[in-house]
């Protein structure tokens, strides 16, 4: 069975840029597995950020972006902010109707 | 406005069968390209891809548990029901609904917030 594989974690300063990635255990991600990111903080539901690699969803800032960086699906973080402190989730659509959700990456700010 | 509401039971033992509803209101699931997915997330663990059904009645089911779930719709209540057979411990978690998009793409746009199912005799 195919894994999304995700950093557990990673830390980031205030101000600072970060990247997080999404990959395969076997095989490259591309636009076709419509890469979607979410954002979690505790005790919440996820809020969408981004789907189709790079479309931003409504309300989202756009320090927020989704790309294609090698073979990976990749979140990157423009001037992170204290309440960007959260778990972030990729999920990559693997045909016939199935979803696979990343492992998620725990954002730390500090 | 759309909203998705989840509810079920807070408490089920091992071996009985969750069924588990999504209340949801601004969107029609007659509506061509309109679907419905479960997720759940056991305590400090990640988020897991369930089941999804969608405007046509077609249903998809995760590939590890599609032996103990069901997915269906009644469209008039605008009401998703999900059931899973034999619960374990294992399968304490909060379980998610989320409206989701397909046409020419797949994600999760609008999300329920969630109940938590703790499995335990």
């Known amino acids: 069975q195919t894994v999304v594989t995700q950093e557990p974690s990673f830390s980031v300063s205030p101000g600072g840029t970060v990247t997080l990635t999404c990959g395969l255990s076997s095989g490259s991600v591309s636009i076709s597995y419509y890469p979607s990111w979410y954002q979690q903080t505790p005790g919440q539901a996820p809020r969408t950020l981004i789907y189709n690699t790079n479309t931003r969803s409504s309300g989202v800032p756009d320090r927020f972006s989704g790309s294609i960086l090698g073979n990976k699906a990749a979140l990157t973080i423009t001037g992170a902010q204290a309440d960007d402190e959260s778990d972030y989730y990729c999920?990559?659509?693997?045909?016939?109707?199935?979803?696979?959700f990343g492992g998620g990456t725990k954002l730390t700010v500090l | 406005q759309v909203t998705l509401r989840e509810s079920g039971p807070a408490l089920v033992k091992p071996t009985q069968t969750l069924t588990l509803t999504c209340t949801f209101s601004?969107?029609?699931?007659?509506?061509?390209?309109?679907?419905v997915s479960w997720i759940r997330q056991p305590p400090g663990k990640a988020l897991e891809w369930l089941a999804r059904?969608?405007?046509?009645?077609?249903?998809y089911y995760s590939t590890s548990l599609k032996t103990r779930l069901t997915i269906s719709k009644d469209t008039s209540k605008n009401q998703v029901v999900l059931t899973m057979t034999n619960m374990d411990p294992v399968d304490t978690a909060t379980y998610y609904c989320a409206r989701t998009v397909v046409r020419g793409t797949s994600y999760f746009d609008y999300w329920g917030q969630g109940t938590l199912v703790t499995v335990s005799s």
């Open positions: 059904i969608d405007w046509d009645d077609d249903k």
């Open positions: 601004g969107f029609s699931l007659s509506t061509s390209g309109m679907c």
């Open positions: 999920v990559l659509y693997m045909g016939s109707g199935i979803s696979v």
